[in-house]
């Protein structure tokens, strides 16, 4: 299953110092909030691995994903209207396993903003968590009309189709996943195991083949050569 993917946040400043006095470095109010969410980052990490001894106990010990989860509600709170705020949110509960209001968030971004590429591609992998999986091909679809170029959505649906047995449909997708980011050797494997099941022998040859230069120890490539290679 293809990963998610949660775009950068970047922070920007447009103000410059100003004033006579001979040239210093400043450090702009963003830079500054920017250096105390990054210290306290590491105030949590350490705390979190360091938990365990008595004298850390009386610091914050919060683990990191509810640490972000704090933050980014806020955010939404601050800008409900940035679709990008709720789709940050709805990761953090989906790390967190709690897929419900990560549904939720998505949802919510996809109301601002229906050509919001992540918020369908991340609501599809969430779907395909909680086993609806025409819901979730629904939202690759979707983030495949907003984005087709993108490789992650046609890999999450060719997944999803092999899954199903749709082998046909599975082979297109898988396809164009490939076609736009060549050099995954799991992709191709699945390529050529659905190119075996419909019956296309060579082709899942020469691709198992191929996989097997990318993953030389892969088991089930090896079996699948020699299976093929028989069959010949």
Do not use: C
Not at 14 to 41: D, M
Not at 154 to 180: F, I, P, Q, V
């Amino acid at each position: 299953m293809g990963t998610i993917n949660v775009s950068a946040d970047n922070h920007n400043s447009n103000s410059e110092p100003s004033g006579n006095s001979s040239p210093k470095k400043v450090i702009s109010y963003p830079q500054a909030i920017i250096t105390l969410i990054l210290v306290a980052i590491f105030l949590s990490a350490a705390g979190y691995a360091l938990g365990k001894y008595k004298f850390w106990k009386t610091y914050d010990t919060t683990p990191l994903v509810d640490r972000s989860e704090a933050v980014w509600t806020e955010r939404v709170k601050g800008d409900p209207n940035n679709p990008d705020n709720y789709v940050q949110l709805g990761y953090i509960y989906f790390q967190k396993r709690d897929y419900a209001r990560a549904e939720a968030m998505y949802k919510k971004a996809i109301a601002i903003d229906s050509k919001n590429y992540q918020a369908h591609f991340n609501l599809g992998v969430t779907f395909v968590q909680t086993k609806k999986n025409g819901r979730a091909a629904e939202e690759f679809q979707k983030a495949i009309e907003i984005g087709p170029k993108a490789p992650a959505a046609h890999l999450s649906l060719g997944m999803l189709y092999y899954d199903e047995g749709k082998y046909d449909k599975a082979l297109s997708e898988l396809n164009t996943a490939w076609e736009a980011n060549p050099g995954d050797e799991s992709v191709l494997k699945t390529i050529a195991q659905s190119e075996e099941k419909l019956g296309k022998k060579d082709d899942a040859l020469r691709d198992f083949q191929q996989a097997l230069t990318f993953m030389p120890n892969d088991k089930e490539a090896k079996e699948a050569i020699n299976r093929l290679s028989r069959k010949k």
